[in-house]
């Protein structure tokens, strides 16, 4: 069975920093796109970050451009998104998904994403 598994999120101030990761199970993990999408209360839901397993280009959201750092583990199967120098703004709950192609994520096209292919949300709050 296809699973994506989340960790990671929490309280923080803001200036600090987490690590998210995204463990991935059920499917060939080198031919996919992994990354994260976020959605805030009331807000849609937004692209945040992807990496290529394949060949490990990247997408960033220009929001978190400089602060987060999108990365994998290939013999884990897992993908981590290191959010530093974190805002207020930044408090969502975050999605970690999978998706053959990475140009999902500049599209923020999420809803093309196979519902078997999230994993579930974890919280980010950032206090002011």
């Known amino acids: 069975d296809v699973q994506l598994q989340a960790f990671g999120g929490g309280v923080v101030q803001a200036g600090g920093s987490l690590r998210l990761s995204c463990e991935a199970s059920?499917?060939?993990?080198?031919?996919?796109?992994i990354g994260w999408f976020r959605q805030a209360p009331g807000k849609e839901r937004e692209a945040v970050s992807c990496?290529?397993?394949?060949?490990?280009?990247?997408y960033y959201a220009d929001s978190v451009k400089g602060r987060f750092t999108i990365s994998r583990d290939n013999a884990k199967n897992t993908v981590y998104l290191q959010m530093n120098s974190l805002k207020p703004e930044d408090t969502a709950v975050y999605y970690c998904?999978?998706?053959?192609?990475?140009?999902?994520?500049?599209?923020?096209?999420?809803?093309?994403?196979?519902?078997?292919?999230w994993g579930q949300g974890t919280k980010v709050t950032v206090s002011s």
């Open positions: 998904a999978a998706d053959l192609d990475i140009l999902t994520w500049y599209g923020n096209v999420w809803r093309s994403i196979l519902d078997d292919y």
């Open positions: 990496i290529s397993v394949s060949d490990g280009s990247t």
């Open positions: 059920g499917f060939d993990f080198d031919d996919y796109a």
